[in-house]
C-alpha cells in the first residue's frame, strides 16, 4: 500500500529565507507526482507535475526534485515571501490506477 | 475555460438528512474525480469516472454514498442518512486523457458540516 509522508508539518520562516519541503513514498512505481498549494477552506491549486521520468520541474520560485528509486521529492522554494503562507501537499498517481494519494502536507507561514 | 466548479461551496445539515454536491469540471475534461478531505489531513480518494463510466471506488465510499455523471459532463454526489463523521471538504477534480501529464485540476470544494 503505496503511503506519501510530508515532513516537516508545519513550518514558520521569516521572509526571504530559502525553503525545503520534504515528501516521501513508499511504492516507487509512480506515473507521476504533483506538488500543490491550499489556502485555508479552499480547493488545490496545481504548482508542479513531475513525470516519473523526469528528475525535477521549475516554475518561477519553485523547484521541485524526484528521486524515485529513493522514494523522495522535494520542493523548494527560493527567497520565500508572506503570500507563500499556505499548505504544501504532495500526492502521487501510480501505475495502472487514476486516483492520487495525498501525504498530509506541510503548513508554511512567512512572516514579514 | 472557467475551471472546475463545485456548488454549494457550503452545506450544513442534521444528521439523517440526505445532500447533494454537484460538481462541474473543465470543459472537455473527460476525466472526474471526487476526494474528501479531513481537517489536518490530505485529501483521500473516493471515486472517479472516465466520462459517464464510474471506473473506481474506494472503500471509504459506503453504501450510503453514492456518485453519479450521467452525461459525462457534470456529476453529483449524495449521501444519504448522513452522520457526524461524514463532516469534511468534498473536492472535485477534473483532467483530460489527452494531456500528456494527466494533470488533474481541483475545484474549490464543498464544506459539509453535519449537525
Known amino acids: 500500500k503505496q503511503e506519501v509522508t510530508q515532513i516537516p508539518a508545519a513550518l514558520s520562516v521569516p521572509e526571504g529565507e530559502n525553503l525545503v519541503l520534504n515528501c516521501s513514498f513508499t511504492?516507487?512505481?509512480?506515473?507521476?507526482l504533483q506538488w500543490f498549494r491550499q489556502d485555508p477552506g479552499k480547493g488545490l491549486t496545481s504548482l508542479l507535475l513531475?513525470?516519473?521520468?523526469?528528475r525535477e520541474q521549475t516554475s518561477g520560485r519553485l523547484n521541485a526534485s524526484l528521486d524515485k528509486s529513493s522514494g523522495r521529492s522535494t520542493l523548494y522554494i527560493a527567497a520565500s515571501q508572506p503570500g507563500d503562507s499556505a499548505t504544501y501537499l504532495c500526492?502521487?498517481?501510480?501505475?495502472?490506477?487514476?486516483?492520487?494519494?495525498f501525504g498530509t502536507g506541510t503548513r508554511l507561514q512567512v512572516f514579514p | 475555460d472557467t475551471g472546475v466548479s463545485q456548488n454549494p461551496r457550503h452545506k450544513i445539515t442534521k444528521r439523517g438528512q440526505n445532500v447533494t454536491f454537484r460538481c462541474d469540471p473543465i470543459?472537455?475534461?473527460?476525466?472526474l474525480y471526487w476526494y474528501r478531505q479531513t481537517l489536518g489531513q490530505g485529501p483521500e480518494f473516493l471515486t472517479y469516472?472516465?466520462?459517464?463510466?464510474?471506473?473506481?471506488k474506494s472503500r471509504l465510499l459506503s453504501d450510503r454514498f453514492s456518485a453519479e455523471r450521467p452525461k459525462g459532463s457534470f456529476s453529483t454526489l449524495e449521501i444519504q442518512r448522513t452522520e457526524q463523521g461524514d463532516s469534511a471538504m468534498y473536492l472535485c477534480?477534473?483532467?483530460?486523457?489527452?494531456?500528456?501529464?494527466?494533470?488533474?485540476?481541483f475545484g474549490p470544494g464543498t464544506r459539509l458540516t453535519v449537525l
Open positions: 477534480a477534473s483532467s483530460s486523457q489527452r494531456e500528456s501529464t494527466d494533470t488533474q485540476y
Open positions: 511504492d516507487s512505481a509512480i506515473y507521476n
Open positions: 513531475i513525470q516519473s521520468s523526469q
Open positions: 500526492a502521487v498517481d501510480l501505475y495502472n490506477t487514476d486516483k492520487l494519494i
Open positions: 470543459s472537455e475534461h473527460n476525466r
Open positions: 469516472f472516465q466520462n459517464e463510466a464510474q471506473l473506481e
